[in-house]
């Protein structure tokens, strides 16, 4: 099951004032991606681990339906409250048990969360309920974070790792970023 770090108001508040959102390099590398791969429509993205949702609004002028999810409450309430679209929500739910259909949704992000989820359980939960040719968009600060996903392990975490150098050339290696699909 994921971590639970900032479940407590205080530390939900802190990090709606002080975190950040994904770099706008992050930002297009991803989109670039979607568009290049032409997912159309994309209807449902969701985001894992959202915390109080900096990420989750950047990806509201992109998709007809967000929705941000959190295993920690205090980090939804405050998501909840921050300033929001129409199209985004959000839900407490642990990262490993997703509250959607099978083959539901069409982009996963995960911004800077992933690395405490327990990522087999995870990738499972992905394989689950993304659609077919949908899109799973991961980042992380830690150093040592490999993908693990049926025969494409390798692969994944080769993209995982070329893409944080691209996006941060001044720290290589201690920022990753994959961009994939499932």
Request: charged share 25%; net charge negative.
């Amino acid at each position: 099951m994921a971590v639970r770090l900032l479940d407590t108001q205080y530390n939900a508040d802190s990090y709606q004032k002080y975190r950040f959102s994904p770099s706008e390099n992050l930002q297009s590398v991803i989109f670039s991606y979607l568009e290049e791969k032409k997912v159309d429509p994309i209807r449902l993205a969701v985001d894992v681990g959202c915390g109080s949702g900096q990420s989750t609004r950047v990806l509201a002028a992109h998709f007809e339906k967000v929705v941000g999810t959190d295993i920690s409450e205090a980090q939804i309430e405050a998501a909840k409250q921050a300033a929001s679209f129409p199209n985004v929500s959000y839900h407490v739910c642990p990262a490993e048990e997703l509250p959607f259909e099978d083959g539901s949704v069409d982009f996963i992000t995960a911004f800077t969360a992933a690395h405490w989820f327990d990522m087999p359980r995870f990738m499972k939960e992905v394989d689950r309920v993304l659609r077919p040719h949908g899109c799973v968009a991961l980042s992380t600060y830690t150093t040592d974070f490999s993908m693990h996903y049926k025969d494409c392990s390798e692969r994944l975490t080769e993209i995982f790792t070329e893409v944080g150098e691209e996006n941060n050339p001044l720290l290589k290696k201690k920022t990753l970023h994959m961009a994939g699909s499932v």
